[in-house]
């Protein structure tokens, strides 16, 4: 797709494909996607001086109004709105009133993070696999607790009732430049996984977060509900966000072409990770009910890596014709993605920085009998978090504060809550 970069192209671009309404888009502190509609007369003024809205609830609580400002390098048409009076989106930086940027700005954070990389003399790139669930609808369009068939892993129609509403999902995304690769219908009922290509870690937290949008979007318009919550069913597969990263120094990549060929880099880079993936837990898992998943049907608990074993926290993926990367396996749609990817890199250059080992006996393979595990419970993993270093050299310390208490009214209702189960469908489902 062309990409404008001027003013004059952008408002060029609005007048020759019929634009009549644009979609400022932006990722709310809890990855959410939130946005304002603009009227193409009004892009001017969003380039040259933002658009301005009420962050109350949104953002940081002591900033109420922000500005948001078009990354011209984000436009997208949404493909399910009519062709005639066009609708685009733009995902926009976020800056104070008085246009200097927002620290909490967490895409801009996620940006600065890539280019220290840079710096150090690293590429990366990410990509994910994210599940999810359809389920069917009652006369009023109203989600049920359904699923939509009852198919299993890789099932085909007339098991797989879920196939025309993934194709029209994935053209969908295709047509927007979101570079899905491949789909498939998962282990449990209803529930399906799609794939996407790497590509630069911002662009990938992108396409994450509006992926969520077309996912509901088109199953709302093929009569079904698409829910992403970690563990609808406590007897089936949870549905995770596996997050793919390739690193590469000098043209290659620094995991090597087998485990047995990992630079010490790599192996550094993992066991940053391994060695901070609890203290950012509740980032990559901010919800209740993400917490039942682990240590279940497929789903790790234990903090290991491994090649070959199917159920390690990180997974080293080596296949011909694709880049050696890894594949890191906990996290689940309800992530901010910014903050998450930018976890994950901090996480894995800090190790590359600190010379840190990689040991044997992380290996799955090495069984998990004295292995640390993941945080049991949303309350571990805020606790952890809020105490931890790394933490809160990473974030802006607003973030991370306004980030746990919302964690922590989230555990006290829970708690407060008569039926647990009940609790966490009303929140997630």
Not at 38 to 59: D, K, Q
Not at 293 to 303: D, V
Not at 380 to 405: C, D, G, H, M, W
Request: hydrophobic share 35%; with cysteine; aromatic share 10%.
């Amino acid at each position: 797709m062309f990409f404008p970069e001027t003013e004059s192209e952008m408002l060029d671009f609005t007048e020759e494909n019929d634009v009549k309404f644009i979609r400022m888009t932006f990722c709310d502190t809890f990855g959410n996607m939130r946005n304002i509609a603009i009227m193409p007369r009004e892009l001017h003024r969003a380039i040259t001086c933002g658009i301005p809205f009420n962050a109350t609830g949104l953002m940081e609580e002591t900033h109420q109004n922000l500005l948001l400002k078009p990354d011209s390098s984000t436009l997208s048409f949404l493909p399910w709105r009519p062709q005639s009076g066009r609708v685009v989106r733009f995902f926009c930086t976020i800056h104070c009133m008085d246009g200097t940027p927002y620290e909490g700005d967490l895409r801009q954070n996620l940006r600065n993070t890539m280019r220290q990389i840079q710096k150090d003399g690293y590429e990366c790139n990410m990509g994910t696999r994210c599940e999810f669930y359809l389920f069917q609808t009652d006369m009023d369009g109203n989600p049920t607790r359904i699923p939509c068939d009852q198919g299993g892993y890789l099932d085909v129609a007339p098991l797989d009732q879920c196939e025309n509403t993934r194709r029209e999902i994935c053209l969908s995304l295709d047509e927007m430049g979101l570079n899905p690769t491949t789909s498939c219908h998962k282990h449990g009922p209803g529930q399906n996984e799609i794939n996407f290509a790497c590509s630069n870690p911002l662009t990938a937290a992108d396409n994450m977060i509006h992926y969520k949008t077309v996912v509901k979007t088109i199953a709302a318009q093929n009569g079904f509900y698409a829910s992403f919550m970690p563990k609808p069913f406590p007897d089936c597969s949870g549905s995770a966000l596996k997050i793919i990263m390739d690193i590469k120094k000098d043209g290659k990549s620094i995991f090597g072409e087998s485990h047995e060929f990992i630079t010490p880099e790599g192996r550094s880079f993992i066991a940053g990770i391994l060695g901070r993936v609890r203290e950012f837990t509740m980032f990559s898992n901010p919800t209740v009910n993400s917490y039942e998943r682990f240590g279940l049907r497929a789903a790790p608990s234990h903090i290991n890596w491994s090649e070959e074993n199917r159920i390690p926290l990180i997974q080293l993926l080596y296949a011909p014709g694709r880049e050696t990367s890894i594949e890191f396996r906990s996290a689940d749609a309800y992530c901010n993605p910014y903050i998450t990817f930018q976890m994950l890199l901090s996480a894995g250059m800090a190790g590359i920085r600190n010379h840190e080992e990689l040991t044997d006996t992380m290996n799955a393979a090495s069984g998990d009998d004295d292995l640390p595990t993941l945080p049991r419970s949303l309350q571990e993993s805020i606790t952890l978090a809020q105490n931890s270093r790394f933490v809160q050299n990473v974030l802006p310390k607003s973030i991370v504060r306004n980030f746990s208490a919302a964690m922590q009214k989230e555990v006290e209702a829970y708690h407060a809550a008569g039926d647990a189960q009940e609790f966490c469908f009303e929140r997630y489902f």
